[in-house]
Structure formats: C-alpha cells, structure tokens
C-alpha cells in the first residue's frame, strides 16, 4: 500500500515546477518506525519503493534514511542492501548539543562511506538539523549564533543542502526543549505582516543567506 501511494504522489506531483525531494521516512532508526526500529524492514520497502519511483517519473529525487543522529550500523546495513542504486542522495540528522563544528568528522566519513558503496555521483543532505533556544546553556542569541556555524560547517564539507530545524517554535513551554528550535516564535498573529515574531535566529539566518548568496566553500 505505501509502494502505491508513493507511486502516485510521485505521477501526481511529476510536473510540477518546484524541485521535490521524495524522502523516504523520517528517521526510522528510532521511534517513528513502528513498533520499533528494524532495518531490514525499512531496508525492504526503501528499495520497493526505489524501484518503482523512477518508473513514476523518471526525473524523480528520492532520498533517504534521514537518520536520527549519525547511526552508522543503520546506514551501513542500507548501503551494503544496495539502496546507493536507487538514493539520490543521502540525508542525515545530525544532531548534537555539542558545537556544529564537531561534526566535521562526521560528514567526512558519510562521503567515504558513499564512495566505498557505489560508483554513482550520490550526494549528502542534512536534511534536519538545529539546536533549542533551551538546551542547557542556550538562550536565544546563542541559538541565532550557532546557526550559522551550523551552514558553515555543512558548506565546508560539501553537504548539498541544509535544512534547519524548526520554522516556527512548536509551543510556549519554558521548560519544553523541543517548544524552542523555531526561528520565529510560536504565535500566530493573522491579518499582521509578519504573522510570526522573528527570533535572533530568523535574522541570523535572513543575514546568512543575503551574504552568502551564490558562494561555495573552497
């Protein structure tokens, strides 16, 4: 059932002038695969709907695991089942309450370990990424300082694309970590321009983009 409805959001969507990124799950190395994580089933529908989507639309951008954290059994097992010949590129969640900085490492051994399975041009995503205003030690002008740290550190190593985040904070608990990874806050004011309180971290990010438009890391 989900092969066909993959299927068809794919046919359904083929036209459609906006560059679409088919990821396959959300981090189904933790709880959102139910009842619990299992590789080798994640691995058996990934490469069902791999061998259909492209049939959907051949121009098609399917990714995955988008792993929570950097889950290196988990995206071995995919890569070593053959999922590089169907992935476009490989999204991660790269998660840390250390510096953005820390995971240079990281990155440098994702690509090596894509060149290692396969011989295809397959690139790497960050395809979610922030940091809480209230993680311990963070307020948030921290938060707006390590974002682009974040952007920096992922252009420095060749990742393709940056997702931060959140978008809007989740909630108003003080005490709620994940209320607080938003670049603008939680209130909803209809009928006002802009209808979200910007945070530091939505200008940090606005400034980020202007200044950096069109550059690339050397």
Request: net charge negative; aromatic share 14%; with cysteine.
């Amino acid at each position: 059932a989900f092969v066909s409805f993959a299927t068809a959001a794919v046919k359904h969507f083929a036209d459609s002038p906006i560059d679409i990124l088919w990821e396959m799950w959300n981090e189904p190395n933790i709880g959102f695969w139910k009842p619990k994580a299992n590789v080798t089933q994640y691995i058996e529908l990934a490469m069902a709907v791999g061998k259909t989507i492209k049939t959907a639309d051949v121009n098609a951008s399917y990714v995955g695991p988008a792993t929570s954290g950097m889950d290196w059994n988990f995206l071995e097992a995919c890569f070593q089942a053959g999922l590089l010949d169907y992935w476009d590129a490989v999204t991660v969640h790269p998660y840390r309450n250390d510096p953005p900085e820390t995971a240079t490492e990281d990155l440098s051994k994702l690509h090596e370990m894509i060149r290692n399975h396969t011989n295809r041009s397959v690139l790497a995503i960050s395809s979610e990424w922030g940091y809480s205003a209230r993680y311990a030690h963070y307020d948030v002008t921290r938060q707006s300082k390590v974002l682009p740290r974040m952007w920096l550190t992922n252009m420095a190593k060749n990742i393709s694309l940056s997702i931060w985040y959140d978008w809007v904070n989740d909630g108003t608990d003080q005490t709620y970590s994940e209320h607080h990874f938003g670049t603008v806050y939680h209130t909803y004011y209809p009928g006002r321009t802009p209808v979200f309180d910007p945070k530091p971290t939505y200008y940090a990010a606005q400034t980020f983009n202007k200044i950096l438009v069109g550059c690339t890391a050397k």
